[in-house]
């Protein structure tokens, strides 16, 4: 038998390889068109500020977007990888330009409060508007009752600051960091400041609802708050009656937040609690962070 022959080729033209992620953009991307929401962004979301260039809102967000998608551990490596196929990208969501990483970092150096709210209301609504699964699901208990859990979890990344040469020649120091860290508890990771991130997740439809972030330990009463105003919300939205919300006194008490902050004029929040073992449990509540049980 014949033994078949191997051709291979070299060239020094460098030729490199289809990001992975690309796909899942091109996809994230057709979904954004086809149900109008990267139009909305660029109709509904403004942000100005001098020297913008030919940038607009909606190019820094779409590649927040593939960054998100991409799973790259950094910024940096997200650009590297993308350099090649910039023009492309960019296509997808039908932009013309990829800003440069120093145009993104002094974007989101320069974005302010109000602009944040309403890009997550925008996403909010869009999550509320549609309901891309038949139902909530959830857990059933020995009587046949049926809850579905809101995961509420907080999360911290501690970052490390090299020392700094102080010297009367040189100016005073100035550290980026200052901008979104602080000094909090780093747990078991190694740094000198942190920053904490609350998200929310329904625990079986895997959506997330919600997600707020501060330097330090962040706001926690108030992430909280606001946590509970959003799963009320996406509660009404697919009909789950909140007059059946357990009323429960020690409501976040473990927080130092009193229970008339968790209520609002659609009756008792939901409740929470707080490291449960998985062997007690009062009312079906899955042992996490914060889980919020709806029934």
Partial sequence: MAQSSVTIQITPEPSPSTPTFLAEVAAFAQVLIHEGILKTIQEQVRFTRARFGTYDTIDFVVVLIGYAVSSEPTLKAFYERLAPFAEPFMALFGRNQLPHRSTLSRFLAALDQPTVEALRTLFHKDLLARTPFASPSGLF????????????????????????????????????????????????????????????????????????????????????????????SYAIQLGLPTSTFPDHENLLVARGLEAGDCCSQHGPAPFFSQYLPPYIAPNKILPLMYSAAIR
């Fill in 141 to 232: 208990d020995r009587r046949g009752a049926q809850w579905s859990v809101v995961d509420v979890d907080g999360t911290r990344q501690a970052a490390r600051q090299r020392a700094l040469p102080q010297l009367e020649a040189l100016p005073a120091p100035h550290r980026r960091f200052d901008q979104v860290c602080a000094p909090g508890y780093q747990g078991r990771k190694r740094g000198e400041v942190v920053r904490s991130r609350t998200v929310i997740l329904q625990a079986h439809t895997h959506q997330f609802l919600g997600t707020f972030g501060g330097s330090g330990n962040g706001d926690d009463r108030g992430e909280l708050r606001r946590a509970i105003q959003v799963i009320t």
